[in-house]
């Protein structure tokens, strides 16, 4: 473990921190032949060999080199559109490649396949699992089945008044589901308490033209405050479900 995370913090502060702007726009602009990939490279590399402190094996800092490198030119092949999807991609395929790693420096010590089964198959882990999946988009389906009708109601009051981001109310529901879901889990439920406040601080300050009905207003008002009340409950008894879980 204290392997694995020396190489990540070395990977951190390689591409997070040691990697000027210029560097990424070099990379992004020539590809494999940009000196920036190979100045970036040779960063990883030495904080790898730094941070590992295996002096006598600099192979392996080598190797993670390499292997970062390679992903890196995957990454400038098929990302053209700096999308999201590939830097989450990116990030999984180094944190692969960096778990291989710490597991061969340490393979004769490493824990048993059927040990790791063990920890896989308890039904706590399960059902943490299964718990934060049904939180995300399951419960976004859901919420969006049973708010349809105000939603309707609304676009009858003012059509094409909705001006809000595509998606994003769908992806800020999952993001506070997510967080409630972990604080009953952990059992800190005053942190819900701080969500909601703030959450309330945001809508307080939501404004509309002056030509938006105001019943419009004051319906679309009710309609997040059900819509927000009942994703939270789902969230809530999801958790409360796994806490119950031995």
């Given at each position: 473990?204290?392997?694995?995370?020396?190489?990540?913090?070395?990977?951190?502060?390689?591409?997070?921190?040691?990697?000027?702007?210029?560097?990424?726009?070099?990379?992004?602009?020539?590809?494999?032949?940009?000196?920036?990939?190979?100045?970036?490279?040779?960063?990883?590399?030495?904080?790898?060999?730094?941070?590992?402190?295996?002096?006598?094996?600099?192979?392996?800092?080598?190797?993670?080199?390499?292997?970062?490198?390679?992903?890196?030119?995957?990454k400038l092949r098929f990302d053209t559109q700096k999308t999201t999807g590939w830097f989450i991609y990116d990030q999984l395929l180094h944190l692969v490649s960096l778990v291989a790693a710490a597991w061969l420096l340490n393979r004769?010590?490493?824990?048993?396949?059927?040990?790791?089964?063990?920890?896989?198959?308890?039904?706590?882990?399960?059902?943490?699992?299964?718990?934060?999946?049904?939180?995300?988009?399951?419960?976004?389906?859901?919420?969006?089945?049973?708010?349809?009708?105000?939603?309707?109601?609304?676009?009858?009051?003012?059509?094409?008044?909705?001006?809000?981001?595509?998606?994003?109310?769908?992806?800020?529901?999952?993001?506070?589901?997510?967080?409630?879901f972990v604080f009953v889990w952990l059992g800190q439920y005053a942190a819900i308490g701080f969500l909601i406040a703030a959450k309330s601080l945001l809508r307080y300050n939501d404004k509309h033209p002056a030509d938006i009905p105001?019943?419009?207003?004051?319906?679309?008002?009710?309609?997040?405050?059900?819509?927000?009340?009942?994703?939270?409950?789902?969230?809530?008894?999801?958790?409360?479900?796994?806490?119950?879980?031995?």
């Amino acid at each position: 473990m204290t392997d694995f995370l020396a190489l990540l913090t070395a990977h951190i502060l390689a591409d997070f921190y040691f990697q000027p702007a210029e560097w990424v726009l070099g990379k992004r602009k020539n590809g494999w032949k940009s000196r920036s990939l190979y100045a970036h490279l040779l960063v990883v590399t030495v904080l790898s060999y730094l941070f590992l402190g295996r002096w006598a094996q600099p192979h392996v800092a080598l190797l993670i080199g390499l292997a970062h490198g390679l992903i890196d030119i995957i990454k400038l092949r098929f990302d053209t559109q700096k999308t999201t999807g590939w830097f989450i991609y990116d990030q999984l395929l180094h944190l692969v490649s960096l778990v291989a790693a710490a597991w061969l420096l340490n393979r004769a010590d490493a824990v048993s396949l059927e040990t790791v089964m063990s920890f896989v198959r308890n039904p706590r882990v399960f059902g943490a699992v299964a718990g934060v999946l049904l939180c995300l988009t399951p419960v976004s389906f859901l919420v969006g089945m049973f708010t349809r009708p105000w939603r309707a109601e609304l676009e009858r009051i003012a059509p094409g008044a909705e001006d809000n981001l595509d998606n994003a109310g769908r992806w800020i529901g999952m993001s506070e589901r997510l967080l409630i879901f972990v604080f009953v889990w952990l059992g800190q439920y005053a942190a819900i308490g701080f969500l909601i406040a703030a959450k309330s601080l945001l809508r307080y300050n939501d404004k509309h033209p002056a030509d938006i009905p105001a019943s419009y207003v004051s319906k679309k008002s009710e309609y997040v405050l059900v819509g927000t009340l009942a994703s939270y409950t789902c969230a809530i008894m999801i958790a409360l479900a796994v806490r119950l879980l031995k």
